[in-house]
């Protein structure tokens, strides 16, 4: 029976744009470029867009048709979207990786994103002009270390903006926050993209020209295609640049009515990401990057994949070579997008939790709103605080329960829902043709894919739970457990609840 939805979505348009938005975050402009640097360039784009066709797209369609499956019953969060696709009472709690990794996410997310928005301050004051690259790499490392009260007062504004919007409602806050943002967003890209390419070898300090960057970028080195790790590397940067397996994307879809498009929706949002990735996010930081420092000098500095030491140390001293005005405008845009790319992200990490407390508990919107932000407030200051905390949240809920989760979505859906009726869900109301091979890749090739996946990278795990530990890393490893914990009691009190009525 389909019951009536509390909120919808305004329009197409801002369903696309918010998926999009919660897919294209601070890996898109950071962590993409120094992965693809580092696994083989050009080359990487094959086990790249091998994983996007054979584990994205799939996973795309399933989690939007569990999200609008759920959103029929009244479901936006996936403890009871499990639920209501399999009878077992595990399902539900399996579900909990849904609420879980939002919330542990947003913890040390919406401090990365504070970054963004007090760099591009500094930015706009015109700080990094004349400071060497050092300079700005000990202003880098002092602020990350608390060396001032400003991280915090940052933080703290970050998560205030964040819970407010989310008290809005979908339509006049996580969708409006979307319409402004990636358009915004989309704009600097470009304008960034084309100085960073158009640069020229002589002026203003340059070394090489733009197109030397890209052409090193994009240059393969075959042998890599061979190298397991590439192809892992290749793997983890999907889950992480399409949020998948982390349960936002089934909120998001929960929201649409019964007969609404998911098809053409799902493939919109996603194609959006890669372009931003792809394209944008390829053209901004390596051709500037390369440019003045050269091609092995970048290598060497993108080492770990992860990229925050050109984006936030190294291109604000690069922008400051292009005199005072340009400087700052380029700041500004390079920050601002990092921003808006972060906060429409961190926005649908909220939106499962407070679903999750509306559904059960008959929380109002404003009520669920606070009460995230209060929760990321108390998760986040172990992350603030301490490094090791940071990377042991990262790891543990930003990469191994996404896989963990996303096994046992694919698993539910294809195998315990069964592929008849979820096929039905995926192409119901589509406006595009949904190749029919994918139907077989979604039931097979995608479970055996992240099968693989998972067993490649257990080694790792046992090698990271049996190496020695610092109290911090044991106390970031208790409180992750007690959050699975807590959220697993939540969600036994709202079944019975359901049972008792």
Not at 135 to 162: D, H, K, M, Q, R
Not at 337 to 353: E, W, Y
Request: neutral net charge; glycine residues 12%; aromatic residues 14%.
């Amino acid at each position: 029976m389909s019951i009536k939805q509390k909120e919808n979505w305004g329009s197409r348009l801002g369903l696309i744009l918010a998926m999009a938005g919660s897919a294209v975050g601070l890996g898109n402009f950071l962590r993409f470029p120094a992965q693809a640097v580092q696994n083989g360039g050009g080359a990487f784009i094959i086990p790249y867009l091998t994983c996007f066709v054979l584990m994205g797209i799939p996973l795309l369609y399933v989690e939007w048709a569990m999200g609008r499956h759920g959103g029929k019953s009244g479901q936006h969060s996936t403890p009871f979207i499990f639920g209501s696709m399999g009878k077992g009472f595990y399902w539900k709690y399996l579900g909990v990786f849904g609420i879980f990794t939002n919330l542990a996410v947003a913890a040390y997310y919406c401090y990365l994103e504070s970054w963004t928005m007090s760099w591009a301050y500094h930015s706009a004051a015109g700080h990094f002009m004349g400071k060497t690259q050092a300079e700005v790499s000990a202003f880098f490392n002092s602020y990350i270390g608390l060396g001032t009260p400003e991280p915090v007062v940052f933080w703290l504004l970050c998560l205030l903006l964040n819970t407010w919007i989310l008290s809005r409602g979908l339509k006049g806050g996580v969708e409006l926050a979307s319409k402004i943002g990636m358009p915004l967003l989309l704009l600097f890209g470009v304008v960034l993209a084309v100085r960073g390419v158009t640069l020229t070898a002589g002026v203003n300090g340059a070394v090489y020209d733009g197109v030397v960057g890209l052409n090193h970028l994009w240059q393969p080195d075959f042998s890599s295609i061979w190298n397991p790790v590439v192809w892992r590397n290749a793997a983890g940067q999907i889950f992480f640049t399409l949020s998948l397996g982390m349960g936002s994307i089934q909120c998001y879809a929960s929201y649409v009515r019964p007969k609404d498009d998911i098809a053409l929706n799902a493939m919109s949002a996603g194609w959006m990401n890669e372009f931003v990735e792809v394209v944008l996010g390829s053209a901004v930081i390596i051709p500037i990057a390369v440019g003045y420092l050269g091609v092995d000098k970048v290598v060497e500095m993108t080492k770990g994949g992860s990229g925050f030491g050109i984006g936030f140390m190294t291109l604000p001293y690069l922008f400051a070579q292009w005199g005072p005005v340009l400087s700052a405008l380029s700041g500004m845009m390079w920050f601002g997008l990092l921003f808006f790319a972060g906060i429409t992200s961190s926005l649908a990490m909220g939106t499962p939790c407070m679903g999750f407390m509306e559904d059960n508990f008959n929380w109002g919107r404003t009520k669920a709103a606070w009460a995230f932000g209060f929760a990321v407030l108390l998760l986040g200051i172990p992350c603030v605080l301490s490094q090791e905390a940071f990377g042991e949240f990262d790891y543990w809920v930003g990469t191994i329960s996404l896989v963990i989760f996303a096994i046992a979505e694919i698993i539910l859906f294809a195998w315990v829902f069964g592929m008849e009726k979820g096929w039905e869900e995926i192409t119901r109301g589509a406006d595009i043709a949904v190749p029919a091979a994918f139907k077989h890749i979604i039931k097979y090739v995608t479970p055996l894919f992240l099968l693989v996946v998972f067993i490649g990278s257990l080694p790792e795990i046992w090698a990271t739970l049996t190496k020695p530990i610092t109290p911090q890393v044991l106390a970031a490893r208790l409180l992750l457990a007690g959050l699975f914990a807590a959220i697993s009691g939540l969600v036994y009190a709202a079944n019975k609840k359901k049972v008792a009525l």
